[in-house]
């Protein structure tokens, strides 16, 4: 797996090259985790990837300078001696580059201010522009290496849920069963936590990304949970909305509206559709049920290295669906003062349709 790894990981340099060379870029700087990560292997907290048409180069200090080494055999480490910035401008000389791309939506003002300064005195001639979304756009599409440690992030946080769901139960807080999932999470293989896992119930569903509390659950209710395991780098995104002994009809029209969004939205996908086409079908599948103003967000987005990634699934998103692009189906409807409900499933996309990566029920689990 190893060597096949670092052939997926030269591949994607050069897909990223000939994306820049037709742009007019004679290199980029990279400095998102996610993306240092994609192009070179290297999962340390702190470093510049620099890539031109011919080399790689990732600027580190000395706490990552082995493990860099080890991570990426074919990029040239280089200790930036805590001045990143200068590092990377001579460089850039060096290698006589006239026109670089750098991520402007991550990089701080002060960096971004410390490596203007340090071209100005060094090669002022140098021009520096923003990458725009080229890097995330390439990231969309998933290899096989990157499918298996996201099928295997998935399977760790369904056991999980397996696991947790039968100690659910009236008096326990939505704090005892967050903590439950995360560690179950973790016993499990896990890596970390895609994200702290979200648990709501009662009235307080309606709050889509509510950090669970001391509420105690209660008979009635629907509970929410959204959680995600990382295995290697690559998450999951999971979500169920489960039901304590006999909720309201009320809560239960709600369950039954959301559920045929997301049928509706997972039918429509596959190579060559777009990311709208597939909004609305979750979008008018709760319009027409009259919950309309209830459903706020977008229906889904990509996963990968991180939570969310391109493409997102939202109106007036027209992104044509790529074969290998994972993606999440998430319709949900959030009523204040009454509750709400979220299911959410990791799918694959397929040249035929959508493979779904989780296996969790879909109908309404009753807890007593």
Request: charged share 25%.
């Amino acid at each position: 797996m190893e060597n096949e790894e670092r052939g997926y990981f030269r591949s994607r340099r050069e897909r990223l090259r000939a994306r820049l060379a037709g742009a007019g870029f004679d290199g980029v700087l990279i400095s998102r985790p996610e993306d240092r990560r994609y192009f070179s292997g290297f999962t340390g907290s702190s470093g510049l990837l620099l890539l031109t048409r011919e080399e790689a180069v990732l600027f580190t200090d000395f706490r990552y300078l082995e493990q860099a080494a080890r991570e990426c055999p074919e990029v040239r480490v280089v200790d930036h001696e805590r001045k990143p910035e200068e590092a990377v401008v001579r460089a850039v000389c060096s290698f006589r580059l006239a026109r670089i791309a750098f991520q402007g939506d991550v990089m701080s003002v002060r960096t971004h201010a410390r490596l203007l300064a340090a071209a100005r005195e060094m090669c002022p001639d140098v021009h520096w522009e923003d990458a725009g979304e080229t890097l995330g756009a390439l990231r969309a599409r998933k290899d096989p290496v990157e499918l298996a440690k996201i099928r295997r992030a998935v399977e760790i946080a369904e056991a999980a849920f397996r696991e947790v769901l039968p100690v659910i139960r009236p008096g326990m807080t939505e704090r005892q069963v967050a903590w439950a999932l995360e560690r179950a999470m973790r016993e499990g293989g896990a890596d970390a936590v895609a994200f702290p896992p979200i648990v709501v119930s009662g009235t307080r569903g309606s709050l889509p990304h509510g950090m669970p509390t001391d509420k105690p659950l209660a008979c009635g209710e629907l509970v929410t949970l959204d959680f995600g395991a990382v295995y290697d780098g690559y998450v999951s995104d999971l979500t169920r909305t489960v039901a304590l002994c006999d909720p309201p009809e009320a809560l239960l029209r709600i369950y039954e509206t959301v559920l045929a969004a997301q049928l509706r939205a997972i039918a429509r996908v596959r190579a060559g559709v777009s990311t709208g086409t597939i909004d609305a079908a979750a979008r008018e599948t709760i319009d027409r049920a009259g919950y309309g103003e209830y459903f706020g967000h977008a229906t889904g987005h990509g996963i990968g290295l991180a939570v969310h990634e391109e493409p997102t699934i939202g109106p007036g998103r027209d992104i044509p669906l790529e074969a290998g692009m994972v993606i999440t189906i998430e319709p949900g409807i959030y009523v204040p003062g009454l509750g709400g409900v979220r299911i959410e499933d990791d799918v694959l996309v397929h040249e035929a349709g959508a493979v779904l990566l989780s296996t969790l029920p879909k109908e309404l689990l009753r807890l007593r």
